[in-house]
């Protein structure tokens, strides 16, 4: 347990969060919407701090982040506990869990690793990972954790990359700082979505993705379509859309979504279905439009923009760069690429 960061003491011992958008307002002996910041007394704790539920070396691209280190390791820590309540969550057995167990957090304390941020960045260092991924579930909510861990990574050489809805406040991006230096976000869909799936709105996550932008950091966005909630044209077409606004070399994932949780009665989503979003986003003006969790689709490989030759190829995880640094070696284009 760790007293929490940027949260401001109100009357009557409440305490206003400020680390996510909800802002919540937490009374004394309550927690916040993410069930793991807990004001007792007047004075706001994280009780996931350095308790790991898991840690473990993944690629890059598993993020998914496709021109950020390619071809590298990350090594990805995360605690229980998520500020939304998406019906679709695949890991709802740890971000749920302090809200799905008995009060007080129930049996989560027993899975979760003490793990100390010299730890992390010491586990890091000798798995040879170029980065410390904050992910599986939402880096926001274990904010504490994730600011001691990189503040100790960069140093050592280490990138430090979000996973993340994108719900984050402009104070808690401003204070990470220059410690982060990538993200994935999900952009789930409508505004409507996500208050009917997700238990959010969608600005949040727009300014979001706006601002890492301005502040310099890579960001990649991950869109699950799922079938009847947001594989419509016109939310697809505005999608693509507001990024190519934002950047038009931001790459944007399109997931295949398969039934969990308690989505279950819509289907996996069709491979047609994610070749033709792959093209709305391409019409919108994006540089760079991938196609996942359907292996072999022609949508895997970095692309040149400008001849269209394949610049990274995957297959899976197997990752061959093909660039002379950020090169095109056909044509000699600059890939908006991290190497």
């Given at each position: 347990?760790?007293?929490?960061?940027?949260?401001?003491?109100?009357?009557?011992?409440?305490?206003?969060?400020?680390?996510?958008?909800?802002?919540?307002?937490?009374?004394?002996?309550?927690?916040?919407?993410?069930?793991?910041?807990?004001?007792?007394?007047?004075?706001?704790?994280?009780?996931?701090?350095?308790?790991?539920?898991?840690?473990?070396?993944?690629?890059?691209?598993?993020?998914?982040?496709?021109?950020?280190?390619?071809?590298?390791?990350?090594?990805?820590?995360?605690?229980?506990?998520?500020?939304?309540t998406c019906t679709f969550c695949?890991?709802?057995?740890?971000?749920?869990?302090?809200?799905?167990?008995?009060?007080?957090?129930?049996?989560?304390?027993?899975?979760?690793?003490?793990?100390?941020?010299?730890?992390?960045?010491?586990l890091a260092r000798r798995e040879?990972?170029?980065?410390?991924?904050?992910?599986?579930?939402?880096?926001?909510?274990?904010?504490?954790?994730?600011?001691?861990?990189?503040?100790?990574?960069?140093?050592?050489?280490?990138?430090?990359?979000?996973?993340?809805?994108?719900?984050?406040?402009?104070?808690?991006?401003?204070?990470?700082?220059?410690?982060?230096?990538?993200?994935?976000?999900?952009?789930?869909?409508?505004?409507?979505?996500?208050?009917?799936?997700?238990?959010?709105?969608?600005?949040?996550?727009?300014?979001?993705?706006?601002?890492?932008?301005?502040?310099?950091?890579?960001?990649?966005?991950?869109?699950?379509?799922?079938?009847?909630?947001?594989?419509?044209?016109?939310?697809?077409?505005?999608?693509?859309?507001?990024?190519?606004?934002?950047?038009?070399?931001?790459?944007?994932?399109?997931?295949?979504?398969?039934?969990?949780?308690?989505?279950?009665?819509?289907?996996?989503?069709?491979?047609?279905?994610?070749?033709?979003?792959?093209?709305?986003?391409?019409?919108?003006?994006?540089?760079?439009?991938?196609?996942?969790?359907?292996?072999?689709?022609?949508?895997?490989?970095?692309?040149?923009?400008?001849?269209?030759?394949?610049?990274?190829?995957?297959?899976?995880?197997?990752?061959?760069?093909l660039m002379d640094g950020r090169?095109?070696?056909?044509?000699?284009?600059?890939?908006?690429?991290?190497?």
């Amino acid at each position: 347990m760790r007293e929490a960061m940027l949260y401001e003491r109100l009357e009557g011992e409440a305490v206003r969060c400020g680390l996510c958008a909800f802002r919540c307002r937490i009374a004394a002996g309550q927690r916040g919407v993410c069930g793991v910041r807990e004001n007792r007394g007047g004075t706001l704790y994280s009780l996931v701090y350095g308790r790991s539920i898991s840690a473990a070396v993944d690629p890059i691209e598993k993020k998914p982040l496709y021109h950020f280190l390619p071809g590298s390791r990350a090594f990805s820590i995360a605690t229980v506990g998520c500020n939304f309540t998406c019906t679709f969550c695949q890991n709802a057995d740890i971000s749920q869990a302090p809200r799905s167990l008995s009060k007080g957090g129930g049996d989560w304390e027993d899975w979760a690793r003490p793990l100390s941020p010299e730890q992390v960045v010491a586990l890091a260092r000798r798995e040879r990972c170029a980065a410390i991924a904050y992910t599986y579930t939402e880096p926001t909510i274990f904010f504490e954790y994730a600011y001691d861990c990189s503040r100790r990574a960069t140093p050592e050489g280490l990138k430090n990359v979000f996973v993340s809805n994108g719900y984050m406040t402009g104070e808690a991006l401003a204070t990470i700082g220059d410690d982060l230096h990538a993200a994935n976000i999900d952009l789930k869909g409508s505004d409507a979505f996500y208050r009917r799936l997700c238990g959010a709105r969608q600005a949040p996550v727009l300014e979001t993705i706006r601002r890492m932008r301005e502040r310099g950091v890579w960001v990649e966005v991950t869109t699950l379509v799922i079938p009847g909630h947001n594989d419509d044209e016109e939310t697809l077409r505005e999608l693509a859309e507001f990024l190519v606004g934002v950047d038009p070399d931001m790459p944007w994932h399109l997931s295949r979504f398969g039934p969990r949780y308690k989505l279950l009665d819509a289907p996996p989503t069709p491979v047609a279905t994610l070749m033709r979003a792959a093209e709305i986003g391409y019409n919108a003006g994006l540089n760079y439009v991938y196609v996942g969790n359907a292996p072999g689709n022609t949508y895997e490989h970095t692309r040149c923009p400008e001849c269209g030759a394949i610049c990274v190829h995957r297959q899976g995880y197997q990752v061959r760069n093909l660039m002379d640094g950020r090169t095109c070696r056909t044509c000699g284009y600059e890939l908006a690429v991290i190497v």
